[in-house]
T-cell receptor
Framework: KAGVTQTPRYLIKTRGQQVTLSCSPISGHRSVSWYQQTPGQGLQFLFEYFSETQRNKGNFPGRFSGRQFSNSRSEMNVSTLELGDSALYLC????????????FGQGTRLTVV | AQTVTQSQPEMSVQEAETVTLSCTYDTSESNYYLFWYKQPPSRQMILVIRQEAYKQQNATENRFSVNFQKAAKSFSLKISDSQLGDTAMYFCAFMKLLGNEKLTFGTGTRLTIIP
């Protein structure tokens, strides 16, 4: 069974640009969560999707958005990139909503210059 | 809001020895889960062990065990017979049982196993 796949693995963008990151969950998993990991702030929850609906959102500005498709794949978008958005973005998938057994992808390393 | 505190930024131990990583948390919830995740250099977060707060028995997974003290809000991880592959960042995490399913992470402990 394939694990959680995040693409791309690495990304370099310029301030002001926008970026879209992709996450393909484990087959059959319907819940996808996103986390931002930085040296200064640690791991912070961005949002969670289940059956194409955003169920929970962390304390991030509106520049951060996401969506989930009918096949459970999820994308997150960051508009008007700032230097502080440089981070490792991790996606986690789980079978159901109560993700007590969340499986993480290897993340997308975003660098904003 | 929940908070998770890991007071040991870095630790190192000789291979085959036992090491204990500390974690404390603060919550007003009575039903929740606690986790230890491992993040090796590959960056992928891997679930090491999980504890349901309503279970008094401490969880164990092979060489990994926890000491869960609910009243003290303490959740430490013990790694026995440590191996080189245990070298990684270890994160303690909290999740409410119902409603808000997000994981709240601690700041992590960088563990190095010395050959």
């Amino acid at each position: 069974k394939a694990g959680v796949t995040q693409t791309p693995r690495y990304l370099i963008k310029t301030r002001g640009q926008q970026v879209t990151l992709s996450c393909s969950p484990i087959s059959g998993h319907r819940s996808v969560s996103w986390y931002q990991q930085t040296p200064g702030q640690g791991l912070q929850f961005l949002f969670e999707y289940f059956s194409e609906t955003q169920r929970n959102k962390g304390n991030f500005p509106g520049r951060f958005s996401g969506r989930q498709f009918s096949n459970s794949r999820s994308e997150m978008n960051v508009s008007t990139l700032e230097l502080g958005d440089s981070a490792l973005y991790l996606c986690a998938s789980s079978l159901m909503v109560q993700n007590t057994e969340a499986f993480f992808g290897q993340g997308t390393r975003l660098t904003v210059v | 809001a929940q908070t998770v505190t890991q007071s040991q930024p870095e630790m190192s131990v000789q291979e085959a020895e036992t090491v204990t990583l500390s974690c404390t948390y603060d919550t007003s919830e009575s039903n929740y889960y606690l986790f230890w995740y491992k993040q090796p250099p590959s960056r992928q977060m891997i679930l090491v062990i999980r504890q349901e707060a309503y279970k008094q028995q401490n969880a164990t997974e092979n060489r990994f065990s926890v000491n869960f003290q609910k009243a003290a809000k303490s959740f430490s991880l013990k790694i026995s017979d440590s191996q080189l592959g245990d070298t990684a960042m270890y994160f303690c995490a909290f999740m409410k049982l119902l409603g808000n399913e997000k994981l709240t992470f601690g700041t992590g402990t960088r563990l190095t196993i010395i050959p």
